[in-house]
């Protein structure tokens, strides 16, 4: 069946569609029916099943027969290691990590955070946290201690796990500096930490609250796979929204792994063996899908790459580790591509690596650029895709179902929607839009398996972030449209969101910070055109009246404010002084307009705007350093 085909199936008996996915899972109690409806328009997906991820994801394998096979290939040029580890090793690993945390009084429903660089055991903890159905929660390591401590306060962890460092390229960073901070910061209290000492940085441990990796789990007796229901969140992730405080996404058991599991043929187009590589961090959505989940549900093996696209030595890096454990399918952000085509434009790094074992290239994260899809396709000769997804989903909304049928490709689109989403382009009104118009995109509810069914502890707030404008559809906060082929266009967000080299940042976040700082009497922060990054925020920033200090003071200031509340991550390096902000007639700040000018970009002058004049100081100032051209 070609893809057409397939999403009709879907389209006319989605319970017939998904159970049949279902069978690709290993039940302790099969699901009676996929879809459960009576809390509409909540939904869950084989609520009624028993089933456990570890199970599926490593145990299943070993008794299938590829205990010998590589679940994981840790690759990590910053630390000049490689290590194979193999899915009968991984599985006592992981029961033994699990035993203690078991042995630790960790129960299922319990939730642990995960503070962890990208060493195979930040996919052990999540694994083992799996086992025994407790609920991880991985924290990005470039977020600082304020951030991790806002996620402990909201997810009240009874663990966390953490590594005592990262390596960026050119210094460690320590992480239990971070982690006591944050654990000071937070009202709720972790009963205990295990800490994995890394050689780069051991760190100190408290008496009695931490605990070393290896010697927590002496003498504890490994843990056996515990079925949980299939509604049983398997994890919350955190993500940014509009505000300061993230949303804390849940991820429900069952229908993440059907809908994995789905994914890995028909979009990625690999077989159980195949060598699978997500280039991304286990801090991310993309490295909770497809770095620990997805590929292990389906018997792959598994890439956890330590070090960067650059840099790690060169721009050479991901043809090296592409060949050389002879990935089939490889994924990454494009900000990573554009950072490699910057080094290395002509592609001489490709050039001294066998890369007969790739397929093909796949991209997310933020909107492709033409020129970087080509730039892989001209050097590759492979086909590049790119895949339009969100936290909020955890996979594909549209792609190119290549394991299904390439479709053929168009630069600038991520093709068409999957089977379970039904994209609608809605007007301000939430009716549908015709073909090629511009409008919100929406999806028409329920939502497929493995979404997410709510937010941690905040019905409300998902109900209001994604239920209530288009009563009937979930809010997906992109723009954009549809074409006459039905290809999806991914145009902007809605809301005050922006991507940062791959990374999903708040801008109100940011504006919380800098409005935080005592010399700030307003301000405002927008995302700018970056060739490198995507985008980049830049903070505007009105001074209150008493200030007489040099700005550039007061500039710095705001910037490291956010480096130590936000963390690294933000790369918010870009501030201004500026008299006023520009605001409709009743105080909303015109920042769509800001970014515009910025970038250079035509705009329609706001009808409403209170006084056109503000709009030609903000682009002097932006011209000053060298914007708004
Ligand atoms: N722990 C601690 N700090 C981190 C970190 C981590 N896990 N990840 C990034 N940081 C720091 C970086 O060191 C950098 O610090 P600096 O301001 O002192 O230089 C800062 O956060 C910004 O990082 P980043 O935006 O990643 O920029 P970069 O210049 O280090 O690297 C790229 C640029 C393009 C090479 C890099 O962003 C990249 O590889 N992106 C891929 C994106 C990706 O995987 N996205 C996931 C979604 S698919
Ligand atoms: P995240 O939740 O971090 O995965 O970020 C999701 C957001 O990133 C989406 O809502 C989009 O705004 C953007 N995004 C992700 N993938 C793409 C893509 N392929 N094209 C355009 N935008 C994308």
Not at 86 to 112: F, I, N, S, W
Not at 240 to 250: E, I, L, Q
Not at 524 to 535: C, M, R, S, T
Request: contains cysteine.
């Amino acid at each position: 069946m070609g893809y057409a085909e397939v999403y009709k199936s879907w389209q006319e008996d989605p319970e017939r569609f998904w159970m049949a996915q279902a069978d690709a899972i290993d039940w302790d109690t099969a699901p009676s029916k996929a879809l459960f409806d009576d809390n509409a328009p909540l939904y869950e997906w084989f609520k009624d099943a028993r089933v456990n991820t570890c199970w599926n994801a490593v145990d299943r394998h070993v008794e299938a027969g590829r205990g010998d096979q590589a679940a994981i290939i840790y690759d990590s040029p910053v630390t000049d290691t490689k290590r194979h580890i193999t899915y009968a090793e991984l599985k006592d690993q992981v029961a033994q990590l699990a035993g203690a945390l078991a042995a630790k009084g960790v129960e299922a429903g319990d939730r642990v955070i995960i503070y962890m660089p990208m060493v195979p055991q930040a996919l052990t903890a999540m694994l083992a946290c799996a086992r025994i159905g407790a609920v991880h929660s991985v924290v990005f390591g470039g977020f600082a201690a304020n951030e991790l401590a806002v996620r402990i306060d909201d997810a009240t962890p009874k663990a966390i796990i953490a590594g005592s460092c990262g390596i960026e390229p050119g210094r460690v960073l320590e992480y239990k500096p971070l982690l006591d901070g944050a654990i000071e910061l937070a009202t709720h209290k972790p009963d205990f930490c295990v800490i994995l000492q890394r050689e780069q940085a051991p760190a100190a441990l408290i008496d009695g609250r931490d605990f070393e990796w290896d010697a927590v789990q002496e003498g504890v007796d490994p843990a056996d796979c515990v079925p949980v229901s299939g509604d049983h969140p398997a994890y919350i992730l955190y993500t940014s929204g509009t505000t300061g405080a993230p949303k804390g996404v849940v991820r429900p058991t069952a229908g993440h792994l059907v809908a994995l599991s789905w994914t890995m043929k028909n979009i990625y187009n690999v077989d159980p063996g195949d060598v699978f590589w997500a280039a991304s961090d286990v801090g991310w959505v993309v490295g909770h899908s497809y770095i620990c989940y997805a590929p292990l549900i389906t018997g792959n093996t598994t890439i956890v790459f330590e070090g960067k696209p650059i840099g790690t030595p060169d721009a050479g890096t991901f043809w090296r580790v592409m060949s050389e454990h002879k990935v089939k399918t490889f994924f990454t952000a494009p900000t990573a591509f554009r950072a490699v085509k910057r080094e290395d434009p002509k592609g001489e790094f490709y050039a001294k690596y066998d890369l007969s074992e790739l397929n093909a290239v796949y991209l997310a994260g933020e909107r492709a650029d033409p020129d970087t899809i080509e730039w892989i396709g001209n050097l590759t000769g492979k086909p590049v895709y790119d895949h339009w997804w969100q936290t909020e989903t955890g996979y594909t909304i549209a792609g190119n179902p290549a394991g299904l049928e390439a479709l053929p490709v168009k630069i600038g689109s991520p093709t068409v929607p999957m089977p379970g989403y039904d994209v609608q382009i809605l007007d301000d009104a939430g009716h549908p839009v015709a073909a090629g118009e511009l409008g919100a995109i929406a999806i028409k509810l329920p939502l497929p398996p493995g979404t997410l069914p709510t937010l941690w502890n905040a019905e409300a707030r998902f109900r209001k972030s994604y239920l209530d404008t288009f009563p009937g559809y979930y809010e997906t906060g992109d723009a954009g449209m549809k074409d006459e082929d039905g290809y999806l266009w991914i145009m902007a967000r809605t809301d005050d969101v922006i991507n940062v080299a791959g990374h999903r940042l708040s801008t109100g976040a940011m504006e919380e910070v800098l409005g935080g700082h005592k010399d700030v009497a307003e301000c405002a922060v927008i995302g700018v055109a970056d060739e490198l990054k995507g985008q980049l925020p830049m903070g505007f920033l009105c001074l209150s009246t008493r200030v007489n200090r040099p700005h550039e003071e007061i500039v710095k200031e705001v910037i490291a404010r956010v480096r130590d509340q936000i963390g690294p991550v933000a790369a918010f390096k870009l501030a201004l002084v500026v008299d006023r902000l520009p605001k409709t007639r009743s105080g909303k700040i015109l920042r769509g307009t800001m970014a515009a000018i910025a970038d250079g970009r035509e705009y329609k002058m706001p009808a409403t705007i209170d006084d056109p004049a503000i709009l030609d100081e903000l682009k002097e100032a932006m011209q000053a350093i060298g914007y708004a051209k």
